[in-house]
């Protein structure tokens, strides 16, 4: 529906962009329309005419071609059209919503590529050897979003975990465990000894600066394939992603592939010596820099002067090698604000050496505490992310449990878990992933306003509908004619429309918001309109458009990594 619209649009603007959005009607009217568009602005430009004569011109030629799709059609001040649909129409397209039913909102027009575009998503990367700290919590849920969005859109997604087990400091755990280290202790508790021995080794060292060089010893050795340092560097790393999976399970996240910094190592050489002879890289006071002036960036280091190189030089083979062994079309990289810099050199630098791809840094914020400072403990250190998962399963629980008392211990707990890592994830998910994020505990775990459980809440609220109706008998949609039914529809209507939208510009927020605001216009429409005690043909067409909006909750919630329950 929404399509055919945009093709009659597209009939007199051509190429030239324009919107069609849905309208939300004011208190007490519905003189808006069911949609709205600008699409006389770039039309006004076009033929050198007011917005306001060009949405004339606009409505009589979309009356002209679409007299048996718009029921009215208004002008609006500066030059806006407000459309309204005929109850044909919108009945069609709520058949086609049952009809998909689970697929609603999945890109139809992905469906006629011949070959689907191949997305590999980054995300997660914690280093080896050191828990995961809150630090990581933004990169993991964005990162697992939108690859749920765009597999779900119709791309073909490559989940990579690129975890950082390279560099000096895995010098310094060696030492330090050669120092001090016991090797029950670190089965015992591998991350956690392990860091402990990690900090300690920092600690030493502003007793006996000589500790520097010995890290620095053993992280040569370790390059240089001395069979003790690889072993235990091997075994650090088996324990870690031990350790790791642990959180992924609770978060119900998964990847595709691990393959980490220290893949790539061997590979560096060739790389430096092929940019150098090519005249892209050159020598700098011992250094090898390639020059960014051209892209007015600073010079990218990919070799220091003690030969060693650097997280930069190695992000550049590892896109060779996923464009080469992946035949990636597009790469995005989920990575906190801090490190843009990064990003514009190598994607410079890729430009330089004329890689073919998308590649997109996806940005992101800190995670603040509610006085809006930065998260972490007293000592300064990050808040592990185990604390924060524990903690709001630990406050869903006393909202689970003064809320439902029916529910068996076992449950509880299980919904406890759902709402409590759901709040946890909305509350990041609903807001822009390029500014900062505060934890706001009571917000978080609202039955009230834009949170998860309010959303999952409504959703179980719907299911009890469905339950309470038994068999629900064959859609027919000939018996709804009311406003407020058409309106739900249009709502609905939208969300393949969302899903493409954050399958271009990445911003899973906007899904978000698409269901908050989907969320309170069925809990509103079900206020006020009789569902189970409607008239029968009424109330087969009502359970059908309940079921389809409970089934785009459902959906929508899955692909930003939220689960929902069957009842709260």
Request: charged share 30%; aromatic share 10%.
């Amino acid at each position: 529906m929404l399509e055919r619209i945009r093709e009659l649009i597209r009939g007199k603007l051509g190429e030239l962009p324009f919107e069609v959005n849905f309208s939300d009607p004011p208190a007490g009217g519905e003189g808006r329309g069911h949609l709205n568009t600008n699409a006389a602005f770039p039309l006004a430009k076009q033929i050198s005419a007011s917005p306001l004569k060009a949405a004339e011109e606009l409505k009589k030629y979309l009356e002209e071609k679409g007299a048996d799709f718009f029921s009215k059609i208004e002008v609006a001040e500066p030059g806006f059209l407000n459309i309204w649909l005929t109850p044909e129409v919108i009945r069609e397209e709520l058949e086609e919503i049952v009809e998909a039913g689970e697929k609603w909102g999945t890109l139809k027009h992905l469906d006629k590529l011949s070959a689907r575009a191949r997305v590999i998503v980054e995300y997660s990367q914690p280093n080896i050897a050191k828990p995961m700290h809150v630090g990581h919590l933004r990169s993991t849920i964005i990162g697992d979003a939108l690859a749920n969005i765009l597999e779900f859109a119709g791309y073909e997604v490559i989940r990579w975990n690129y975890l950082g087990d390279w560099g000096t400091q895995f010098g310094n755990v060696i030492a330090a465990y050669k120092l001090w280290g016991d090797k029950h202790e670190v089965e015992r508790a591998p991350v956690e000894v392990l860091a402990g021995l990690y900090a300690r080794f920092h600690e030493e060292m502003k007793k006996d600066p000589e500790l520097e060089e010995r890290g620095r010893e053993e992280f040569r050795k370790l390059e240089t394939g001395d069979k003790e340092n690889r072993e235990l560097w091997e075994w650090f790393k088996e324990e870690s992603i031990k350790e790791l999976n642990k959180i992924y399970a609770l978060l119900d996240i998964k990847f595709d592939e691990w393959i980490s910094e220290s893949f790539y190592e061997k590979a560096l050489p060739s790389l430096i010596d092929s940019l150098l002879k090519k005249g892209i890289a050159k020598e700098s006071e011992g250094a090898v820099i390639v020059p960014l002036e051209k892209f007015n960036l600073p010079p990218a280091l990919i070799r220091k002067s003690d030969e060693g190189t650097l997280y930069l030089t190695r992000d550049i083979a590892n896109l060779e090698y996923r464009l080469k062994e992946y035949k990636a079309d597009s790469v995005l990289y989920v990575v906190d604000n801090g490190q843009s810099l990064h990003f514009q050199q190598l994607f410079a630098v890729a430009e330089i050496l004329r890689l073919k791809g998308d590649f997109h840094h996806i940005k992101f914020g800190l995670v603040l505490g509610e006085g809006l400072k930065r998260l972490s403990t007293r000592a300064g250190r990050h808040i592990a992310l185990l604390e924060v998962i524990n903690e709001a399963v630990e406050r869903a629980r006393k909202v689970i449990e003064g809320k439902q008392s029916k529910m068996s211990n076992e449950e509880k707990e299980e919904v406890a878990k759902v709402v409590g890592i759901g709040a946890l994830k909305y509350n990041d998910l609903s807001q822009n992933r390029m500014a900062d994020i505060a934890f706001d505990w009571d917000k978080m775990l609202s039955l009230q306003g834009n949170s998860a459980p309010y959303l999952q809440y409504t959703y179980a609220r719907l299911k009890s509908i469905l339950r309470k109706a038994e068999n629900i008998p064959v859609f027919e949609a000939g018996a709804i004619e009311k406003e407020a039914d058409l309106r739900l529809i249009l709502k609905l209507a939208f969300f393949p429309e969302v899903i493409e939208e954050v399958s271009k510009n990445y911003l899973p927020h906007q899904l978000a918001n698409y269901l908050y605001d989907l969320a309170r216009a069925i809990n509103d429409y079900y206020e006020k309109e009789p569902i189970l005690k409607a008239e029968p043909g009424l109330r087969t067409a009502r359970l059908h458009l309940v079921k389809a909006a409970a089934e785009v909750l459902k959906t929508g919630l899955g692909l930003l990594g939220i689960k929902t329950v069957e009842r709260m």
